[in-house]
């Protein structure tokens, strides 16, 4: 059993993020159970949440003749452009019916700026604007994360590796986890992780 210095970070297991939404990752729902009793093993338990207005920046609809997934540069750097997703209220941004969401100690929203992402659960994507994930898992104690959600490829391992800069230890249940890969991110996100010191496991 995880003991009470590590907190578990299931990140936006979400309606748009499994088959039939949005920004589907393929096979994003088969993850929920393990999720699951994960949520039963861990003393402190976050969940994230992606929570974009519908003018978000990082939508290719709110620019004019962008292709979803193409790549524009932003003041804080490279952004995909990606179809509207887990827009505010709506059924896509709910957190999977299946998941255990009530054994969270903490949800939290993040790429609720209209200007900016928010793939990491510590920052912006602009990596100064802090979400207040941090403060709260060491005012809880916690000095280990362990990761799973979705995608491994973005959100997942942008939290990770922030979570190294930031002090933590940090593993990433690959297993309970799931990828977009686009353009062979999947391989760097991995690489990108592992030469950061996350630990990767089953």
């Known amino acids: 059993m995880p003991g009470e210095t590590q907190a578990l970070i ?3 297991l979400q309606n748009d993020f499994c088959p039939g939404g949005a ?4 096979g994003g729902n088969e993850i929920v159970p393990r999720v699951n009793a994960l949520l039963d093993a861990f003393p402190i338990r976050v969940l994230t949440q992606d929570w974009h207005p519908a003018d978000h920046a990082s939508f290719a609809e ?3 003749e962008a292709a979803p997934f ?3 540069e932003m003041p804080y750097g490279q952004q995909v452009l990606w179809p509207a997703h887990c827009v505010q209220g709506s059924h896509g941004a709910a957190l999977h019916a299946d998941l255990h969401s ?3 100690d903490l949800i939290l929203r993040k790429g609720f700026r209209a200007g900016i992402d928010s793939y990491s659960a510590f920052y912006e994507n602009d990596r100064e604007t802090a979400t207040g994930l941090a403060g709260y898992l060491r005012e809880r104690g916690a000095t280990h994360l362990t990761f799973a959600g979705l995608a491994t490829d973005f959100c997942v391992a942008w939290s990770a590796l922030d979570a190294v800069r930031l002090g933590f230890g940090a593993t990433v ?3 309970a986890c799931r990828a977009i890969d686009l353009d062979g ?3 760097d996100a991995l690489e990108k992780m592992r030469a950061a010191g ?3 496991e089953p």
């Open 62 to 64: 709110n620019h004019a």
């Open 173 to 175: 249940l690959t297993r």
């Open 23 to 26: 920004l589907a990752v393929a």
């Open 198 to 200: 996350v630990n990767l």
């Open 10 to 12: 299931v990140i936006d």
């Open 70 to 72: 193409s790549v524009i």
């Open 185 to 187: 991110s999947l391989a």
């Open 102 to 104: 009530d054994r969270a």
